[in-house]
């Protein structure tokens, strides 16, 4: 499948959904018209896993299953970490060892103009929060290096219509 990547465990992957198949069926956001791109990953050990897609540049979903095929083995699923300021997504599972999981970077489906585009796909250990950073050349664009947090950068409006993407001042 040209739209499936197979991943070694944790780690970053940069990759884009520009072309990517539109046949995922998430239980959240409206990603069904969107391109997306599926990673097969397993994990050498038990516990809590982030899979946050903080740093890419389009209002995505990201969502895990254990089936590739089957919507009805879907373990989580997240639009928006913090709507609207940051329409990056960003969700928390628990991994078997030995156990594939199907990880989904989608894009939202707006009004019948799907968000597609480069993205950014994190897979680390331990809960979801803001990756931690030295400078801001270790986040993502339109990111900050916040208190040793990636953070959204202001939106630099002066009223809503200068906002790009519906977002508000």
Do not use: K, W
């Not at 884009?16 to 409206?30: I, L, M, Y």
């Not at 391109?35 to 890419?56: M, S």
């Not at 979903?61 to 879907?74: G, I, K, P, W």
């Not at 939106?155 to 001042?169: G, H, Q, S, T």
């Amino acid at each position: 499948d040209d739209h499936r990547v197979d991943l070694e465990g944790f780690g970053r992957h940069e990759g884009t959904t520009v072309g990517g198949a539109r046949d995922g069926d998430p239980s959240c956001g409206q990603g069904g018209l969107a391109p997306e791109v599926v990673h097969r990953v397993e994990f050498d050990r038990e516990g809590l896993v982030c899979a946050t897609t903080r740093g890419t540049g389009f209002d995505t979903l990201v969502y895990v299953r254990t089936d590739c095929e089957d919507d009805r083995s879907e373990v989580g699923c997240d639009d928006d970490i913090e709507f609207p300021n940051e329409r990056a997504s960003e969700m928390e599972f628990l991994a078997v060892a030995g156990q594939p999981y199907f990880v989904y970077v989608d894009g939202y489906d707006n009004h019948g103009r799907p968000s597609e585009g480069d993205y950014v796909l994190t897979l680390f250990p331990g809960p979801c929060g803001a990756l931690v950073c030295a400078d801001a050349a270790q986040c993502g664009p339109e990111e900050i290096c916040q208190a040793g947090r990636c953070a959204a950068a202001p939106i630099p409006c002066a009223v809503d219509a200068d906002c790009a993407d519906d977002r508000v001042c």
